[in-house]
């Protein structure tokens, strides 16, 4: 989760000095004197009952390591008095003390207090109707340039016509399988004389998962529809070449009922993030959101959201999208390399690089086949331990 929270501190980051200043479209000499030193908030809490998470963070330039804020209190209370405190997990990570969910029709507020003395406060904030996410699907697409692949798509509706504005986030596991499977090892017994052994692997290296997160915004609206419905909004989209779908593929989608205000924060940062170069382009002044800082000095990037959420996870195989011909074109490179006993040193110094791996010997002949890690060891790419969640 807290990987998700990441967003809006990557792109507020990305937006650097060229959102603190009102201008006309002209280029913006970065110097040190002109950097303005911004906390950013991404702060989320949602209708599932969790320990819920708030991140902090600086504006940092471009180059420089991110930068988390650390040493904060940070609290969430509302309308009843209740008071939920967020302890720091990691750095500028927080993560509430106990568990708890957000409730239609109670008012949430967010403060934080940071340890150079400044306080910022959000302003009161309600969740909106909840917002059944219909439908999540698979389906072959080709996108603007051509490119076959697959296209993630959802469906939402809200009977009551209340909830209008949304954001999506999700979370990809796709399944690795080595090209080659290979169950055995071989190691160098000893260097004089040359000796090889060949032993059982010690780890599973055949199957392996990878799951990654979204990392753009993502928003859509049923504002300019009749029936209240958001229908078939391309959430993600992935090359038919692509490693993620050669095998089979899960994900896990959010979906997030927005305010109005909310939806216009996201909006103007998805602008901004799109740009090609934020600095030669017009720009409209610093993004406003709803926390503010007490000090009229000082300032503060971010957005409180208080949201109703609704999850769905689906699979697919590759031939489910794709029922025709070959998986995709997909290519490691493996090309397979021999060494017989004239060459075994250079087979030792093959061996020794830490980028090879056994695939055979010939008795007969005395010759070991070996070729590259990526095409043997997929935890290179992932983790051999299957997820909880995962259905074959």
């Known amino acids: 989760m807290a990987m998700k929270l990441k967003k ?7 937006l650097l000095v060229g959102l603190l200043f009102w201008g006309c479209t002209e280029e913006i000499v970065l110097e040190t004197k002109d950097f303005e030193d911004i906390l950013v908030i991404s702060a989320n809490i949602t209708s599932e009952t969790k320990q819920q998470e708030i991140n902090l963070s600086r504006t940092y330039k471009s180059g420089l390591q991110d930068i988390k804020e650390s040493g904060a209190t940070v609290i969430v209370t509302d309308d009843l008095r209740n008071r939920y405190e967020f302890r720091e997990n990691n750095p500028g990570n927080y993560v ?3 568990s708890f969910a ?6 949430y507020s967010l403060n934080v ?36 692949g697959v296209g993630i798509k959802v469906d939402s509706f809200d009977p009551e016509e209340k909830a209008r504005y949304f954001r999506y986030e999700f979370e990809e596991t796709y399944l690795i399988q080595a090209l080659f499977n290979n169950s055995r090892d071989l190691i ?40 209240g419905r958001v229908n078939n909004f391309q959430i993600n989209f992935i090359p038919r070449d692509d490693l993620k779908v050669r095998r089979r593929y899960s994900i896990l989608v959010h979906q997030y009922v927005q305010s109005r205000e909310a939806n216009a924060f996201y909006k103007a940062l998805q602008d901004f993030s799109s740009n090609e170069n934020l600095f030669i382009q017009t720009q409209p002044g610093f993004i406003s959101g709803n926390i503010k ?30 029922p025709e011909g070959l998986s995709s074109r997909y290519t490691l490179g493996c090309d397979i390399e021999e ?6 040193q250079v ?46």
């Open 8 to 14: 809006i501190q990557l792109l507020c980051n990305s």
């Open 96 to 98: 509430s003390d106990i």
């Open 102 to 107: 957000v409730q239609l029709g109670r008012n």
């Open 113 to 148: 207090s940071t340890r150079d003395g400044n306080s910022y406060n959000s302003e009161n904030v309600s969740p909106i109707n909840t917002a059944f996410l219909e439908d999540v699907r698979a389906e072959a697409v080709i996108d603007n340039d051509g490119v076959e």
């Open 188 to 227: 160098i017994k000893t260097l004089n004389p040359i000796e090889f052994e060949i032993v059982p692997k010690s780890k599973e290296e055949n199957i392996c998962y990878n799951t990654l997160f979204s990392n753009e915004i993502l928003i859509a609206s049923s504002a300019e529809t009749t029936d």
């Open 293 to 322: 800082a007490e000090s009229n000095t000082v300032r503060v990037l971010g957005f409180f959201e208080v949201s109703m959420v609704s999850s769905k996870r689906i699979f697919f195989n590759f031939r489910d999208v794709f």
């Open 339 to 344: 060494f017989e006993p004239d060459f075994y």
């Open 347 to 392: 087979l030792i110094s093959r061996l020794q690089s830490g980028r090879v791996k056994f695939l055979s010997f010939d008795p007969e002949s005395n010759i070991y086949s070996i070729t590259r890690d990526i095409c043997v060891d997929c935890t290179l790419f992932g983790t051999n331990v299957k997820p909880d969640f995962w259905i074959d």
